[in-house]
């Protein structure tokens, strides 16, 4: 019978870019999803997208675009990050999904039928223009916080969720579950400081917006934002369709990942609809400690965020994941700096992995014409590095199994450093001076490859680019790749080792300190250049008459090889022949969300090969604090001078 395992992440607002504090929850769950795939479970890696809510409502109203329009743009950004990040999730749910809005309005309307959901009155202080309840504690000079106004008391009919009703049963199920709230101090607080001073029923519907899951049984009335995202764990495994097969199959979710703050909707909230609603409870919620700047909490609203994309271009995907993995105890809260991230990757991946991988398979090359030997001498060295290969994977098990990810790291790599140690105290360099001493030169070529094979392994999970080119590089066989063969030593047999690229290169840490601040900083650079801009200098009607600006339509558009930040874009010029134009935007947009789309081309631009290929033109794009958009001029006939 084969062994499930069912993991998620929290499904993410798509109210802005993501930044790498949330990349941190994802890549986590990402790893242990490997992991359990590499033991043989059947996995499914759940993520996703929490697409309801005033807040979303009122950013789409701001930007002249519906709810749906405003999110599917940025959801495609948050998948393609994931895809950057190397992501290896089953199910991607959107709360917009159809087969998600029904099965909540099953959710809630069968609570309500149980009469576990009530229609009370909701009663507040209410401030008129901006259509807000706010409580006592959350006025500001007794007026209402968001636009200073008087509020005066008021109350409007809203459905409840009974919670205090499930108080104590939660408290009994923590106290008979102890491996439910991970880590165990977050338990305590949630008994502490939410169910002892006593649960109220909790507002679970709407009426001051509607982009959200209708009641279906009263109109105007929308369901409560996390009754709808909390949902979303069982109705993306078919709870409540008509195919709930992975419902039947998966839950209950073996773990779902989440940060501290959240930790309290799926420990009291969570628990509660679904004792209300007769179903299973998951099996352990891991509330994660946060990814702190020096100022504080990374938040779009401080401007202090650090974009993933940036840091991935720069180091490459793997030092990334192996720096949120490795630099902070998983529960506890750590500060990201810049040069944390630079050391680790100098100290841990250049100089003891990168190192190591290079030196051994550049010696293979040397001394064996890269080629592993057979004929081998054991050397006095050989015992302990076997001993501590062999005993590793069930260290790195042991910690993964608790997810302590960066004692895991710690642990595999003793191993990298051990091996390090290894080549010092054989010195084959030495040993390859003498002709007598070759077949001890040839069992260390081969104790260096066999523990990096397993090295290799055993990083997959965490970096799995890394560790599928180091296989490469060793030339190891699938079975020698797979997890189980990392407690097995002496799989390696006669296999050739070929030259690569540095797996990374050291970076000078001043140099590139100075440099990140900058590529890390584009809102702020704007800002300044907005303070101070500096318009070009004048020129005449006729000097800007020479410019030739047309309308045309993006008939087609493809990535260019080779070269990450250029798109190829096929356009209609209105002239009858297509007009090809390289354009620097890959990293803003995705070739499907420009196709169809008017853009405005300088059309007597003198053509320039831009990698291989030959740009006539240039289009039109701003530079904004969110990166790069691009002008669409919508409605206009492709050739129309603009003038
Ligand atoms: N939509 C809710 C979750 C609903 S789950 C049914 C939400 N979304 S979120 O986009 O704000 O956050 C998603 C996850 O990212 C949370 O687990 C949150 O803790 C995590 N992080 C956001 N910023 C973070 C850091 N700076 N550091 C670590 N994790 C952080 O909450």
Redesign the pocket.
Known sequence: MSKNFYIT?????PSGK??I??S??TVAADTSARYKRMQGYDVMFLTGT?EHGQKIEDKAKEKGVTPKEYVDEIVAGIKELWSLLNISYDKFIRTTDDYHVDAVKKIFKKLYESGDIYKGKYEGLYCTPCESFWTESQLVDGKCPDCGREVKPASEEAYFFKLSKYADRLVEYYEAHPEFIQPVSRKNEMINNFIKPGLEDLCVSRTSFTWGVPVDFDPGHIVYV?VD??S??ITAMGYGSEDDSNYQKFWPADIHL?????VR??TIIWPAMLMALDLPLPKKVYG?????LEGG??SKSKGNVVAPEVLCERYGVDAIRYYLLREIPFGSDGVFTNEALINRINSDLANDLGNLVARSTAMVNKYFGGSIPKERTATEFDDTIIQLAEGTKQKVEQYLDNLEYSSALTELFKLVSRTNKYIDETAPWTLAKNEADKDKLADVMYVLIEAIRIIAVLLSPFMPATSEAILKQIGACEHCSKWESAAKWGLISGENVTTAAPLFPRIDLEKELAELEAANKPAEALQEKAENIAFLDEISIDEFAKVDLRVAKIKACEPVKKAKKLLKLTLDDGSGKDRIVASGIAQYYTPDQLIGKNIIVVANLKPAVLCGVESCGMILAADTADGVKVIFPEGIPAGAKIR
């Not at 992440?9 to 607002?13: L, R, S, V």
């Not at 994660?288 to 702190?292: F, K």
Request: glycine fraction near 10%; avoid cysteine.
């Open positions: 992440t929290p499904i993410y607002y993501l930044h504090g949330h941190y929850t929490d996390w995202a909390l979303n764990y989440v940060g501290k703050e959240i909707f799926h994660h400690g946060w990814l702190l909490k990374m």
